[in-house]
């Protein structure tokens, strides 16, 4: 049974950080991409980042290039995203999601999911 859990949401000023984690355990994930998307009230779920588990490279949507990293820590089976100069429209809730193969920009394509976690950007 794979599980993910997601940590590390808050409320912050525009202009701060934080760095979210997605834990993953249940399976060994040397063939699969891990994602994270975010979901804000009354809209659908879109990309933020992407990472293959045992590749190299990473995918970002425009809205965060540059200001989000995601990274991972395969002896700890964890996905982090670190977020800095974060603006009101980056509050939403944030899910990881873990799909076999490739990464995705498409939230149907992934397979596992964790519960989300809040984060709430003040201006």
């Known amino acids: 049974q794979v599980q993910l859990v997601e940590s590390g949401g808050g409320l912050v000023q525009a202009g701060g950080s934080l760095r979210l984690s997605c834990a993953a355990s249940?399976?060994?994930?040397?063939?699969?991409?891990v994602a994270w998307f975010r979901q804000a009230p009354g809209k659908e779920r879109e990309f933020a980042a992407a990472i293959r588990w045992s590749r190299e490279g990473t995918l970002y949507a425009n809205s965060v290039k540059g200001r989000f990293t995601i990274s991972r820590d395969n002896a700890e089976n964890t996905v982090y995203l670190q977020m800095n100069s974060l603006k009101p429209e980056d509050t939403a809730v944030y899910y990881c999601?873990?799909?076999?193969?490739?990464?995705?920009?498409?939230?149907?394509?992934?397979?596992?999911w964790g519960q989300g976690t809040q984060v709430t950007v003040s201006s």
């Open positions: 999601g873990v799909r076999l193969g490739s990464a995705s920009w498409n939230w149907n394509d992934y397979t596992y």
């Open positions: 249940g399976r060994t994930f040397g063939s699969y991409a």
